[in-house]
């Protein structure tokens, strides 16, 4: 990284930032032609700095013919900033927070994955915990990325760093 000054790279940090956003665009590759789609998440870290992001889709369609014939993926979640305003335009930039890395989508096939998958969904978008039920899961397709390659960047706000 370049601006080693913005690089976010501790578990607590890349938390921070992935907890703020609520879309991932997850990019990757049909054929020889790129294809990226933004998707609502939710995310857990576990052991030895994995990063899983889940989501959910109808069981059809062609991001998931795509996943199934390559299943690496390039993904980036970004929160909304602010623009800085200085006197002159060379001068100016953007506030903002993202997490980039790059990993392997995995199908959740079976109905109790699928379900813990779509509460980690639902409770990072609302705040709530709801538990989802197999027959609910069975309707829905559920992927998960699994990332072991990501990095946060940051410019904070004067008044938030």
Do not use: W
């Amino acid at each position: 990284m370049r601006r080693k000054d913005r690089e976010v790279s501790d578990r607590a940090g890349i938390e921070n930032i992935l907890s703020r956003c609520k879309t991932c665009h997850v990019a990757m590759i049909d054929g020889d032609i790129p294809y990226v789609v933004p998707l609502s998440y939710g995310y857990r870290f576990l052991e030895g700095g994995r990063l899983e992001l889940y989501f959910h889709s109808a069981a059809e369609g062609r991001k998931l013919d795509i996943l199934k014939k390559n299943p690496k993926v390039c993904f980036e979640a970004s929160c909304e900033g602010a623009a800085v305003s200085l006197e002159t335009p060379c001068d100016s930039g953007y506030f903002f927070a993202s997490v980039i890395g790059i990993g392997e989508a995995v199908f959740i096939l079976d109905d109790a994955g699928k379900c813990d998958a779509l509460f980690a969904m639902f409770y990072h978008q609302t705040g709530r915990e709801v538990a989802f039920l197999p027959e609910q899961a069975k309707n829905v397709c559920v992927f998960k990325i699994v990332s072991y390659d990501y990095t946060g960047k940051e410019r904070k706000k004067p008044d938030m760093a």
